[in-house]
């Protein structure tokens, strides 16, 4: 019998632990059973691991050898084998693909799709985005309605800026383009195959592929300027 929000909690608490344990029992590797949140139904290869105080919401399929860090939230997402979630990542309504790894500190948001050995750094947001196999965005980025194609580098500081205060437009970046650092890309934009964007540009039309594109002012020195 449930008399207060007290009850209600030792309630839940319970059948967490028994799903956590139900989990151990099926070969999953969890930390501990005390820790772990099983909201939704988890579906594990073999050699999955799941360390300390990890959310599984929804519906969550992880594969073969797949290990997800400390404080890590999974909602509705299908995760590959090998693949790596670092502490403190949120992945959600998302597909990430085998021998890839988020974070620490990455989100990965609804309607993205990972590919394989890419790597999603720290502090990085990905959003209704496709990312293509091989891909590299390790600092601090945000890619939002995106497509990338395979072997796209993304340098630290680059960001798609992909709403105009009214609707979202898309970026799309062909295959082997590097993108430097401080980047601003200004959707609708398409970035060519193996093109290279300079860093620090705010680029704002298309880039040719195997060409360097660069957006940037110039730089100016006041030679009589004195500090107030």
Known sequence: RINDLQDLALLESNILYQRACGALRNGVRIRDPNKVS?????????????DLDVIIEGRVILADG???????????ATIGAHTQVKPFSIVEDAVVGANTFIGPYGRVR?????????????????????????SRINHLAFIGDAVLERDVTIGAGTITCNHNGVG????????????????????PLMIGENATIGAGSTITRDAPAEKLTLGRSRQVTSENWTRP
């Open 168 to 187: 979202a437009s898309q970026t799309y970046i062909k295959a082997g383009a590097y993108i430097g650092s401080g980047t601003l890309l200004v959707a």
């Open 66 to 76: 797949v290990r997800i860090g400390a404080h890590s939230i999974i909602s509705n």
């Open 38 to 50: 099983i909201r939704g139904t988890l579906q594990c290869g073999v050699g999955v691991e799941i």
């Open 110 to 134: 609804p309607g993205s799709t990972i590919g394989d050995s890419v790597q999603i750094g720290n502090f990085v947001e990905i959003k209704n985005a496709g990312i293509g196999s091989g």
